[in-house]
């Protein structure tokens, strides 16, 4: 694994539709709070599976997996869901996009990777939409986060009124800080049929001993 | 990435080739109800020698063990091995098999007096050798005890300590066999049992000449207990062990043997036993030659189908149940879920559930007896596509009933029908970064717009609907940038879905072309827009979406869940529908609760095709070479 020491602070947001986008700033190392101090309750792992793994460069497969497979700095790279989001993710489903990005959470020198990516699943009336973050701690190899952050329901409207059921959990990584919160539903949500959302409670979250920690309000 | 250890049933060693002694009996055929039925097995059936190791059993797959008692006297004791979450998601990470993965693996007519004796012995052996992290451990001692909730090494551990070990592991093992739903975790390639005697009603095959013999029959069912050739699946998982590309190599056998060109050398896969040319192809379901007809047909039995169940989903159960009547007429039925309302409620609006029946006014109708337009309908495609039909579901091995039903229920066989959905507004960002606003505002102007038949030729100047703006020119540059709102053909596949299945069914043939005898294949999606208008070229693509949506999506093959699949892409809840009303303020549509708690895109979708499903059992002139058949 190539190791950068970034002289910049990127910041990279999951905008609403979760897709990324980048820019950059001075570096700014906020060491004069307490991350351990009234931080409640602890992303410890939750969706996660430890299952971050060097692949074989097979093009050939790419996106074709139930897995994320991926490409670093020329390195192949497979990630499993644990499959227990959504009803929907038990399939093959190519992916419409795989994202990733390092990102750096900690003071130390430390490389996170965060991962966004969309799938759909669609019939002669129909479909699905997904889409998700992951974040992977790449020198534990080991899973961060692993959220759904949009998911959408569609009904082509040959005969009733047709829906179009979006449901978006903002997940924003900016700097050190991730922050969640709930956009609006679109046009029309009906939380009864929608069972994969991330779940996460919205507010401001710090890495810190290799867990997210929300920042009290 | 650690592999999928696939060892042999019989003859297993990793480091020795074996010289196991042994016959195949009764070919595999699928357990179909038919006159000479007990000319066949439902698995591998292997009559072994009553010597040294040649009857010992061995596990396929790693996984978890049930034993099964003997029913009655003169009846089999029988070992389940299902393949564990580890094995069976890597398996399923296999592109290049049309079939679900194997879910339980059944050793039938085992030693039941040995199977003891080799459980002990296999914890002795393993509790021996067994030291450092607990991930290096035999899984069986992994397992986590409710008495003690402590692992069974630990537990060993202390019985060790105390002197009661040999007896602490007798007891454990007599606990996995007289206690249900006990199971008992073993690795690909644990000895686990011997083949037992044959039962009173068992002949030795004439050539094999054995002297007290024992017989053990191999039985591999999917998801739905539907059984699967054991070859079938030997051969996928050898040809994928053996694929010229390494990276996707996901198994490997277990058990010692070479191959010779591309024959193995095992017994078991040489030519005296299942013949495993990796170049000879091997049949999931074998085909059938009925009596009286000249081709060979597929056969699926109705099984597990024949019983009524519903589904549930996020958690609300269907309110109806629904079988396939495992009998000469194959028909589907539907019945209220015991104990359910007979009414329904959505949105504060009650209805009752039209069964068969129930004719009172605004019922739910989900009766599925056939109306004379249905028994019409089904023959009209079944005169247009019967060879397409039978080509594709026979090379595929899927009911032709779903497809012929299908194609009615989507088009009511229009092979140039057009569906043009909503552009949701993220599309339309995206179109207006290449293509005029005029020609977006052309589309949104007419959309969603449906029962469009595409003239033949396209005249690209021409409107796509009399009246309005847009052109076919200018909907091809649409398609072309947005291909996921255009349903093109006979069955209806959107060119985005088209696509991704095409991307698909290439992993299993890599020259679609030449195989299936279709134009070439456009790259560009306006050319795979008009491509999908030749009938053929639409029913190759929905017939092995089908057949995917088996293998990966849990449709079960069965009927609702098919459909409902097709429709929505998958199998999701939806609690009711707001039907439309012309003209009315949307807080006044009418509502509908959903008795099938499945999503489709309208209330009538699984009455329609369930119907159009029965007009074809009820028509003896529709025999399509592969379709369901009874069970026993």
């Keep these: 694994m190539n190791r950068f020491i970034y002289i910049y602070l990127f910041v990279w947001l999951i905008s609403y539709d979760c897709s990324f986008s980048q820019t950059s700033s001075s570096r700014v190392i906020p060491n004069n709070y307490e991350l351990n101090r009234n931080t409640e309750p602890i992303i410890s792992n939750i969706n996660c599976i430890d299952s971050l793994k060097v692949e074989d460069k097979v093009v050939r497969i790419f ?3 139930p897995k994320l497979v991926f490409e670093v700095d020329g390195n192949f790279y497979s990630y499993e869901f644990k499959n227990n989001k959504s009803d929907d993710f038990t399939n093959l489903e190519p992916y419409n996009y795989i994202k990733p990005f390092k990102i750096h959470l900690s003071n130390d020198l430390s490389e996170q990777l965060a991962i966004s990516w969309e799938k759909s ?13 992951i974040i992977i701690d790449f020198d534990r190899n080991s899973c961060l986060l692993d959220e759904i952050t949009y998911q959408s329901i569609e009904d082509f409207p040959h005969i009733d009124e047709g829906s179009l059921i979006y449901v978006k959990k903002k997940i924003v990584i900016s700097g050190k800080q991730i922050k969640v919160s709930k956009i609006s539903p679109e046009r029309y949500s009906d939380n009864k049929e929608l069972q994969g959302i991330s779940d996460l409670q919205d507010g401001e979250y710090y890495y810190n001993n290799h867990t997210f920690k929300l920042m009290k309000r | 990435m650690a592999k999928v250890k696939l060892s042999l049933p019989i003859g297993h060693s990793p480091t020795v080739l074996s010289n196991v002694n042994f016959c195949i009996g009764r070919p595999f055929r699928q357990p179909v109800e038919l006159s000479d039925k007990n000319n066949f097995s439902k698995g591998l059936e292997l009559w072994l020698n009553n010597f040294n190791d040649d009857k010992k059993l061995y596990a396929i797959f790693s996984g978890e063990l049930t034993y099964i008692a003997a029913p009655a006297a003169g009846q089999p004791h029988s070992l389940k091995l299902e393949l564990n979450t580890e094995v069976q998601s890597k398996l399923n990470t296999l592109p290049s098999s049309l079939e679900p993965i194997p879910k339980v693996v059944l050793y ?8 003891s004796v080799i459980l002990i012995n296999l914890i002795n052996t393993e509790y021996s050798v067994a030291s450092g992290a607990s991930s290096s451990w035999h899984p069986v001692l ?8 402590t692992t069974l090494k630990v537990k060993l551990d202390a019985e060790n300590t105390n002197g009661t070990l040999t007896s602490y592991i007798a007891s454990f093992v007599n606990d996995f066999m007289t206690t249900s739903n006990i199971t008992f975790a073993i690795k690909s390639g644990d000895y686990i049992s011997d083949a037992a005697d044959p039962l009173a009603a068992d002949i030795q095959p004439v050539a094999c000449s054995l002297v007290n013999p024992k017989r053990v029959t191999i039985i591999m069912s999917e998801y739905n207990n539907n059984i699967i050739n054991p070859a079938y699946y030997v051969w996928i998982y050898l040809k994928n062990a053996n694929d010229a590309n390494v990276g996707d190599q996901k198994v490997e056998l277990n058990t010692f043997s070479s191959l010779t060109g591309t024959v193995y050398d095992h017994p078991l896969l040489g030519t005296n036993g299942i013949n495993l040319d990796l170049n000879v192809p091997k049949l999931a379901r074998v085909p059938v030659q009925l009596p009286n007809t000249a ?13 009524y169940h519903g589904i549930t989903l996020s958690a609300h159960d269907s309110a109806i149940q629904w079988r396939i009547t495992n009998d000469a007429n194959l028909d589907f039925e539907v019945q209220l879920k015991p104990g359910a309302n007979a009414n329904l409620i959505y949105n504060g609006v009650s209805r009752p559930i039209g069964i068969c029946g129930v004719t009172s006014a605004n019922r739910i109708d989900v009766c599925p007896t056939p109306e004379a337009i249905n028994n019409t309908a089904m023959q009209n495609v079944w005169n247009d596509w019967e060879d397409d039909i039978n080509e594709f579901c026979f090379e595929f091995q899927f009911p032709a009933e779903y497809i012929i039903m299908c194609i009615q229920q989507e088009t009511n066989n229009g092979p140039r029908k057009l569906a043009l959905e909503e552009l949701s507004q993220a599309s339309q960002n995206l179109l207006a970064q290449t293509l005029p606003q005029t020609t977006i505002d052309n589309y949104t102007d007419i959309d969603p717009k449906y029962g469009i038949t ?3 030729p396209i005249i690209m100047t021409n409107p796509v609907v009399t009246g309005h703006a847009l052109t076919w020119g200018q909907l091809m540059q649409i398609v072309e940038i947005v291909p996921s709102r255009m349903s093109p053909g006979l069955i209806q596949t959107l060119v985005s879905t088209a696509r991704t299945n095409l ?5 299993l043939y890599p020259n679609i072309e030449a195989k299936f005898n279709v134009a070439a294949i456009p790259s560009t999606n306006a050319g795979l827009f008009q491509w999908l208008l030749v009938g053929r070229h ?4 929905s017939i092995f979406f089908h057949k995917w949506n088996y293998a990966n999506k849990g449709t079960k093959l069965d009927l609702p869940l098919v459909t409902a699949c097709y429709n929505a892409g998958s199998i999701n809840y939806r609690e009711g529908f707001k039907i439309k009303i012309p003209n009315t303020d949307p807080a006044q549509y009418n509502n509908w609760a959903n008795p099938w708690v499945m999503r489709f895109n309208g209330l009538d979708y699984p009455r329609n095709t369930s119907r159009h499903y029965n007009a074809i059992k009820n028509n003896a002139t529709i025999l399509p070479r592969a379709k369901f058949w009874q069970s026993f």
């Design chain 2, 454 to 456: 595409v003239p033949d």
């Design chain 1, 121 to 133: 699943s669609y019939g002669s009336g129909g479909g699905m939409n997904f889409r998700g973050v």
């Design chain 2, 142 to 149: 992994r397992t986590v005890l409710s008495s003690s909730n």
């Design chain 1, 63 to 65: 996106k074709l997996l």
């Design chain 2, 503 to 507: 991307t698909k069914l290439a992993f």
């Design chain 2, 108 to 115: 039938e007519n085992i030693d039941s007096a040995q199977l």
């Design chain 2, 538 to 541: 639409s029913l190759l693509v």
């Design chain 2, 295 to 307: 081709v060979e047909v597929i056969l699926f039995p109705v099984g597990e189908l024949g019983t």
